[in-house]
């Protein structure tokens, strides 16, 4: 039977996030987008949700952010930085035990094709955010060369598989109902990179468990699916991602 994906992640965050120490930088584009997205400034409060190992936090150039580092996996959880300034919280997706109007931002980078039932994350973050807050998500494109390489080659090659649910061309109007405005919706193609192929081979099978795959057949995936391009790293590997940025609307006041 296919596991959950909270029951996948909790298998496969140690290797996720040997990854993620292998190649600290490999993602700094993507990361570093969804920063420029967030626009944060001192004092404010930054839910990352999932955050993986809070791996956030090192591409954010501004002093003094309270960071809620929010997982589901105790692995994850244990490797996001703690200090005066973070926490880190055991939590599924959809159940977010958080105070109403906490959140001055709040990011999800990655995650949502996990989830199914997206309405609901949406409505608690909705929920979760100060009116003046907002909410951006990172995802991947339906028909995307990114989701044909994670539900065919990581499905493949994954002995968990891998069944991502990714933004439709609906994704708009699927919110309608959610009193959520949408300021921005951009589609940003970027690199991951990296100073070697056996180096970018590695981050691969561990990212993404692909424990069936031979070297050369992790190769040959990221030729025939994603491609190399021209960045500034030795080895440079096509990625992108969908950037929603949401705020909660404006409530209309009439004069009595
Ligand atoms: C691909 S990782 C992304 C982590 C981090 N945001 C990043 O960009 O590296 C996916 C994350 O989603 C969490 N996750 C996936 N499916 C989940 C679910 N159904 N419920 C709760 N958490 C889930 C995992 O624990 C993992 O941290």
């Known amino acids: 039977m296919f596991d959950s994906y909270e029951d996948i992640f909790k298998k496969r965050a140690r290797r996720y996030h040997q990854a993620m120490e292998l190649c600290p930088l490999a993602r700094a584009t993507e990361f570093s987008l969804a920063v420029q997205y967030l626009n944060i400034k001192s004092n404010m409060t930054l839910f990352d949700i999932p955050s993986g190992g809070g791996y956030l936090k090192k591409f954010v150039p501004v002093e003094k952010v309270n960071y809620i580092f929010v997982e589901s996996s105790d692995d994850f959880a244990s490797h996001c930085p703690v200090n005066d300034h973070s926490c880190t919280l055991l939590s599924g997706l959809t159940e977010l035990p958080f105070a109403?109007?906490?959140?001055?931002?709040?990011?999800?980078?990655?995650?949502?094709h996990h989830v199914e039932n997206k309405q609901k994350f949406f409505r608690q973050c909705l929920d979760l955010l100060k009116t003046d807050g907002f909410l951006v998500v990172g995802d991947v494109d339906e028909e995307s060369k990114m989701a044909?390489?994670?539900n065919i080659f990581v499905n493949k090659y994954n002995s968990m598989g891998h069944e991502g649910l990714f933004f439709t061309k609906n994704i708009e109007a699927s919110l309608k109902d959610i009193s959520l405005e949408v300021v921005s919706n951009e589609y940003k193609p970027f690199f991951w990179e990296f100073d070697s192929i056996q180096k970018a081979i590695h981050f691969f099978r561990d990212l993404f468990g692909l424990d069936l795959a031979t070297d050369k057949?992790?190769?040959?995936?990221?030729?025939?699916?994603?491609?190399?391009g021209d960045g500034a790293?030795?080895?440079?590997?096509?990625?992108?991602?969908?950037?929603?940025?949401?705020?909660?609307?404006?409530q209309v006041q009439f004069n009595e």
């Open 100 to 112: 109403s109007h906490s959140a001055d931002r709040i990011l999800s980078l990655a995650a949502l």
């Open 148 to 150: 044909e390489f994670l």
């Open 217 to 228: 057949e992790i190769f040959s995936g990221i030729e025939e699916y994603l491609g190399f």
């Open 233 to 250: 790293s030795l080895v440079s590997i096509n990625w992108g991602l969908r950037y929603l940025c949401l705020q909660p609307e404006k």
